[in-house]
């Protein structure tokens, strides 16, 4: 049964022809699948992304919910937010997931109450974007499920199966792809309209992971049979950057990527795209997160480490105009690439001359992911077709 949607939303109608696939899913190692949360930063970095890097972007947006969400949402909620996606994105195809709200937390639009993610799914429907609904294969309950299903149904894009690897406990004679035909079988959709980002989440620098036993379950996977698209995502950012003393530059090894890059040199069946967090822990920041306790920083992602520029203390006490300092320190780096390389480039280069007021956090981070965004993308065109 395909699930209701309030009176202000068209009818769900299935279509009579299957639409083809966007061109621009990741389908092979010439593609890249960024994993973004909807701060602000980060929309405006999207906002900003050129054509060319365009063609073998596909993010992966998480729309963050609030930490402590009222009982009931309103529903300007889902109408605002899919506003600000459509801005940023466009009709270019994504993969949709949320954060901190269950896909049935209740909305009240009046004179009943529905769940956020089918009204999420349509507003984004009735601004046209071309968006891939994403399950998590532990833990999502069915009604979670239901709504992907229907959702792949209706759309005709497929669904996306996000599976964290390093979190999943096989029961006695399971395997990977045991686990993963099940999840197909309960959405009601074949491996060849399916998506699997695997996602091996926060690579702690503690943690000693081998490029064989990950190339060991992408061969378990790929028993279920050809997926649409297949991708390895991960990340080495750290919730905090105690690791760089402060008032200095430092640098943070980009593990995922090279893991990534040993992976594929493994015998398989397939190499999967390469997909990672841009310049972000993948656990959103604290809400209340303040000049008490923040500390000013510049993330410039590099070939293979990702460069930071760290203020002295709270940016309370120490000012937003450290910014400037912070810039130039980034654009006298031998790695600096050149204002005219990304929008978030031109931001450093500029705020570093003193043409630009610092802004906040925010902005900063919308200036890394921009140039994250681009980096990465030159980096996988030159290994796919």
């Known amino acids: 049964m395909v699930a209701s949607v309030v009176t202000t939303e068209p009818a769900i109608?299935?279509?009579?022809?299957?639409?083809?696939?966007?061109?621009?899913?990741?389908?092979?190692?010439?593609?890249?699948?960024?994993?973004?949360?909807?701060?602000?930063?980060?929309?405006?970095?999207?906002?900003?992304?050129?054509?060319?890097?365009?063609?073998?972007?596909?993010?992966?947006?998480?729309?963050?919910?609030?930490?402590?969400p009222e009982p009931v949402l309103t529903a300007a909620w889902p109408r605002e937010w899919s506003r600000r996606l459509s801005r940023c994105l466009g009709r270019r195809p994504f993969y949709f997931d949320i954060l901190r709200l269950s896909a049935s937390h209740p909305v009240d639009v009046k004179p009943a109450r529905e769940p956020i993610l089918p009204l999420l799914y349509a507003w984004a429907r009735k601004r046209e974007m071309e968006f891939v609904p994403v399950i998590h294969v532990v833990g999502r309950a069915?009604?979670?499920?239901?709504?992907?299903?229907?959702?792949?149904?209706?759309?005709?894009?497929?669904?996306?199966?996000?599976?964290?690897?390093?979190?999943?406990?096989?029961?006695?004679?399971?395997?990977?792809?045991?686990v993963l035909g099940e999840q197909l079988a309960d959405l009601g959709v074949g491996v060849a309209d399916a998506d699997l980002l695997l996602d091996l989440g926060f690579l702690d620098p503690d943690d000693e992971i081998d490029a064989e036993d990950i190339a060991s379950v992408i061969r378990d996977v790929c028993d279920v049979g050809a997926w649409r698209c297949l991708v390895l995502l991960g990340t080495s950012i750290p919730k905090g950057l105690g690791a760089v003393k402060e008032g200095t530059v430092g640098a943070i090894p980009r593990r995922e990527w090279e893991l990534w890059s040993r992976v594929r040199t493994c015998e398989l069946p397939r190499i999967p795209?390469?997909?990672?967090?841009?310049?972000?822990?993948?656990?959103?920041?604290?809400?209340?997160?303040?000049?008490n306790v923040m500390r000013a920083n510049i993330r410039y992602t590099t070939a293979t480490e990702t460069v930071i520029a760290r203020g002295r203390g709270p940016v309370s006490q120490e000012g937003s105009e450290q910014y400037h300092d912070l810039c130039e320190l980034i654009v006298k780096h031998p790695l600096f690439e050149d204002p005219a390389f990304s929008w978030g480039d031109a931001q450093i280069a500029a705020c570093a001359k003193g043409l630009r007021d610092p802004g906040p956090q925010a902005t900063w981070r919308g200036a890394g992911t921009s140039h994250h965004l681009r980096f990465v993308t030159d980096q996988v065109r030159v290994l796919g077709p």
């Open 13 to 68: 109608q299935i279509p009579l022809l299957t639409p083809q696939p966007p061109e621009s899913l990741p389908t092979d190692v010439g593609h890249y699948v960024a994993v973004l949360q909807t701060k602000s930063g980060e929309r405006d970095a999207l906002e900003n992304v050129s054509p060319a890097t365009w063609e073998r972007l596909m993010p992966l947006v998480e729309l963050v919910g609030p930490k402590h």
């Open 142 to 178: 069915a009604k979670h499920v239901r709504y992907v299903a229907d959702a792949g149904l209706q759309d005709a894009r497929g669904v996306a199966l996000r599976y964290r690897i390093r979190a999943a406990v096989l029961s006695a004679g399971m395997r990977h792809c045991d």
């Open 273 to 291: 795209a390469f997909g990672d967090y841009a310049i972000q822990n993948p656990d959103p920041p604290a809400e209340n997160i303040g000049g």
